[in-house]
């Protein structure tokens, strides 16, 4: 950060004196002082001493002479692309037959059966049709149809493939036993047959997960991606001063940190007849105005920074999973520097491959496995990560639309995995992957309030794409 903050001041042709520094380098986000106590400073003035902050802090906002905006200039171009394969728009081919299901299911099952393959630790697998007639210690690969737990406090798993099915037999004394098992997951097991008919006893537990020696490698870029979810446009509890302050400060750092790429992962609006009585708790109640609202929020962001929107539950596309971006008829109002695309999607952005998911499952997950809560939604999108799927669970509460091709798997491994939906902020690395939830612009609705739930909202989540630093923005504050 020192460096960082030194970098702010040589731009301006400033120099910070020692005490300075120290200064500003005990302020709880220092680099984002640093732009604002830079540019009330004077025309004239070289060198920045301890006498210069103290009079800055001091100094009352509301007389401060105003600030010069900031104007771009060479401002490189932006790298950004979308990968090819990860977003649905466009290349749907649903048509919600039974053979779409069997295809979908069948593209996840050898998908990450290949990743669960290619493990050091594990190696080829045999069919469970075959497997089950071997008198010897072998490997199998399945997807979870059933899990049980007997009178006696084992568990089993209904295990199949495209060969045939058998019951996996997981002891209560075996450490197997404190794993976490979902419907629809591609496992793989290692352990021998049972003499008992079609029973296999698991010894150990295999899964697609991030390889371990994967880490962040730092590269020479020195921009940053921000994220705002769930931004609610239209909600009588959207937090417009909250936003106003956001873009405020956008206005005065964004340039100088190089602040290039914002995305905007689902519920960019509230909808209409999302849920009953919806309408009471609307302050825009006309779905084409919502998205005109949003577009002219989204022309406040400084024009060098390129945009990223997708949909999410509460927009007006497809509810089922992958989506497909927003349509022309409610984005025409938007800037030519938004980029929409489906949900789920990758992108590219200066070498950095960013997963990008709304969260709709996350209801899913939270509804199925005790261990997980909505007060740690980072731990819900970790055990995605290990099991290479954003939504494994079918006939739940995310509607599942069958492609050909399984778009919730996780093929490509991201440098940055984020999602929202549940209107709380946090951060975690797995593996080296930068795992971000994203907020929320909303305040606690009437139906959070009934479910007895705290959104922790208008935070925004940067990561500086060079080193993985990510900072944490409270506009509450």
């Known amino acids: 950060m020192r460096t960082e903050v030194l970098n702010a001041a040589a731009r301006r042709n400033l120099f910070l004196s020692p005490d300075a520094l120290e200064m500003i380098l005990s302020n709880s986000d220092p680099l984002s002082f640093t732009n604002t106590l830079l540019t009330s400073m004077s025309d004239s003035l070289m060198f920045v001493d301890k006498k210069d902050v103290m009079e800055f802090i001091a100094g009352d906002s509301a007389v401060a002479p105003e600030r010069k905006p900031i104007v771009p200039k060479n401002k490189k171009h932006c790298d950004i692309s979308i990968v090819p394969g990860t977003d649905v728009t466009g290349d749907s081919t649903c048509e919600g037959k039974i053979a779409d299901f069997a295809a979908c299911f069948r593209n996840r099952f050898l998908t990450l059966k290949k990743m669960i393959e290619k493990r050091r630790d594990f190696?080829?697998?045999?069919?469970?049709?075959?497997?089950v007639t071997l008198g010897r210690e072998t490997q199998i690969i399945?997807?979870?149809?059933?899990?049980k737990e007997t009178k006696n406090g084992h568990t089993t798993l209904s295990l199949e493939d495209d060969t045939g099915m058998c019951t996996v037999l997981i002891s209560k004394d075996s450490p197997c036993s404190a794993e976490i098992f979902v419907n629809d997951e591609v496992i793989g097991i290692s352990g021998k047959p049972s003499s008992r008919g079609n029973l296999f006893i698991a010894d150990k537990i295999f899964r697609p997960d991030i390889p371990a020696n994967h880490s962040w490698v730092p590269s020479d870029s020195s921009a940053s991606v921000a994220f705002l979810s769930d931004i609610h446009v239209g909600s009588a509890t959207f937090l417009e001063k909250e936003?106003?302050?956001?873009?405020r400060w956008l206005k005065t750092n964004s340039y100088d940190m190089d602040l290039d790429y914002l995305v905007l992962p689902g519920d960019v609006v509230d909808g209409i007849g999302i849920f009953p009585g919806q309408e009471n708790e609307l302050s825009i109640a006309d779905i084409y105005k919502q998205y005109e609202k949003l577009g002219e929020y989204v022309k406040e962001i400084p024009d060098h920074i390129k945009i990223i929107a997708q949909?999410?539950?509460h927009d007006a596309v497809r509810l089922a999973e992958p989506q497909p971006a927003l349509g022309g008829i409610f984005t025409k109002s938007f800037d030519s520097n938004v980029i929409l695309a489906g949900n789920p999607v990758s992108?590219?952005?200066e070498g950095r491959t960013i997963l990008s998911y709304h969260g709709k499952s996350i209801d899913d997950w939270i509804s199925s496995v005790q261990q997980l809560t909505y007060d740690d939604p980072i731990s819900v999108m970790k055990e995605m990560l290990v099991r290479r799927h954003l939504s494994p669970m079918y006939g739940g509460k995310t509607a599942i639309a069958p492609e050909k091709k399984d778009y919730l798997v996780i093929d490509k491994i991201p440098?940055?995995?984020?999602?929202?939906h549940v209107h709380g902020a946090g951060k975690m690395d797995h593996r080296g992957i930068k795992?971000?939830?994203?907020?929320?612009?909303?305040?606690?609705?009437?139906f959070q309030k009934a479910h007895n739930f705290n959104p922790n909202p208008a935070i925004m989540p940067i990561v500086n794409l060079g080193t993985g630093i990510t900072r944490m923005i409270d506009f509450t504050k």
């Open 123 to 131: 190696g080829a697998s045999v069919p469970i049709s075959r497997a």
């Open 142 to 147: 399945g997807i979870i149809y059933e899990k």
């Open 243 to 247: 936003w106003k302050k956001m873009i």
């Open 311 to 313: 949909p999410g539950n």
């Open 347 to 349: 992108m590219e952005v």
């Open 415 to 420: 440098d940055i995995f984020v999602s929202g």
């Open 435 to 446: 795992i971000i939830n994203a907020s929320a612009w909303q305040d606690q609705t009437e």
